[in-house]
């Protein structure tokens, strides 16, 4: 199966270095944005702070918990978060980019995987795009409500 994609995107009225420290700091700032419906027992096992951070958490989608394990990259600091996660083929990314002459964030949330190919694989192609979104959408307003005020959230996929 081909490489599946989803993204969602938010104007957030926070500094875009503002929002950005929330989403790098795994310890103290990322894990209250995520979605308690969804992700449970999140864990830093080393790092904390962007790059080379390594996560442990459990995932509760499709009526099925799964543990997994990711590993965060920073390729543009103050910019771009990547999360890797294993054992599956799920990448999320994070970009922050400045709006506003800086007075605004514009945030993307991505998420690229590659689907097994299985019947799981197929259910994963058709009902994970309506997940993320309820993810995505928690995890933007969230983000908002910890650094300023949302201004709009859109999605595509």
Request: aromatic content about 8%.
């Amino acid at each position: 199966m081909k490489q599946t994609h989803f993204d969602m995107v938010a104007l957030i009225a926070a500094p875009p270095e503002d929002v950005y420290a929330v989403l790098a700091d795994y310890r103290h700032g990322h894990p209250h944005i995520l979605p308690k419906k969804y992700i449970s027992q999140f864990q830093v096992e080393s790092g904390g702070q962007g790059a080379g951070t390594v996560l442990r958490y459990r995932v509760r989608i499709l009526g099925f918990e799964r543990a997994r394990q990711a590993l965060v990259a920073e390729p543009e600091p103050g910019r771009l978060l990547v999360e890797h996660e294993t054992p599956s083929s799920l990448v999320t990314t994070y970009a922050v980019t400045p709006a506003n002459n800086g007075l605004q964030a514009h945030v993307q949330i991505a998420a690229h995987w590659e689907p097994a190919r299985t019947l799981l694989g197929k259910l994963e192609q058709a009902f994970y795009p309506s997940l993320l979104r309820q993810m995505f959408t928690y995890e933007l307003e969230t983000l908002a409500k910890v650094v300023g005020k949302k201004k709009s959230v859109a999605g595509s996929r």
